[in-house]
């Protein structure tokens, strides 16, 4: 089989991760191997840099640099290699999440972030050039304002969690662009149903994909 690489994007108190799982037990039930793994983050290296880039006072450059040094680390040791082999990955946040975050939020250029985006991601040998995109990105969409009110009381909110609401309202519109810029690779979730009916959407979506029985 083909390796399969899902990713799942939202700002936090959407949902998404809760998902993440039941769709890995899914697949796991169709005796695929799966990878579950986060950005920033899944591998050692990448989890050092994920720590600062959450926690650390710094400009929005550094951010994006440090985003996408982990990214790179994270597609050379973990990503490409489990594609390779023909598992599916499940990535929390890959990067349309660096656009929302960093470019939306933070206000960092958007062109920058291409550059660094077809430096990161390119597959090595591809011809003609290509870059390494999810097969599917499911786009947990929920207003801000409600995501706030699921958050409260949860847990230790880092740098992000602890920004405005306006914030927020900046990388929801930025996950709108990049979704609008890429149709065919997106599908929005909305986010503000129960728990079972979101699961449902988004077993519908893979399903008319042709990735689930």
Not at 7 to 33: M, N, P, W, Y
Not at 83 to 112: K, P
Not at 179 to 204: H, I, K, L, S
Request: some cysteine; overall charge positive; proline content about 4%.
């Amino acid at each position: 089989m083909s390796g399969l690489f899902i990713s799942f994007e939202g700002i936090d108190g959407a949902g998404k991760s809760t998902h993440i799982e039941a769709l890995a037990q899914v697949f796991r039930g169709q005796r695929r191997t799966v990878m579950l793994t986060r950005e920033p983050g899944g591998t050692p290296l990448a989890e050092k840099l994920r720590t600062l880039v959450l926690n650390d006072a710094m400009d929005a450059m550094t951010e994006a640099l440090l985003v996408f040094a982990a990214r790179r680390d994270h597609l050379k040791q973990l990503i490409e290699p489990a594609l390779a082999r023909g598992e599916v990955v499940l990535c929390d946040r890959f990067t349309d999440a660096t656009f929302a975050y960093q470019g939306g939020g933070r206000g960092f250029d958007a062109q920058v972030l291409q550059v660094l985006e077809g430096w990161v991601q390119a597959i090595s040998g591809s011809s003609p050039a290509a870059i390494r995109q999810p097969d599917l990105t499911l786009w947990f969409d929920l207003d801000p304002a409600i995501a706030a009110q699921r958050l409260v009381g949860a847990r230790l909110p880092d740098k992000f969690e602890a920004q405005p609401v306006e914030f927020f309202r900046r990388v929801a519109a930025a996950y709108g662009k990049r979704m609008a810029e890429a149709p065919q690779r997106f599908a929005r979730v909305d986010a503000a149903g129960g728990r079972a009916a979101v699961w449902q959407e988004v077993q519908a979506v893979v399903k008319r994909r042709g990735w689930l029985q």
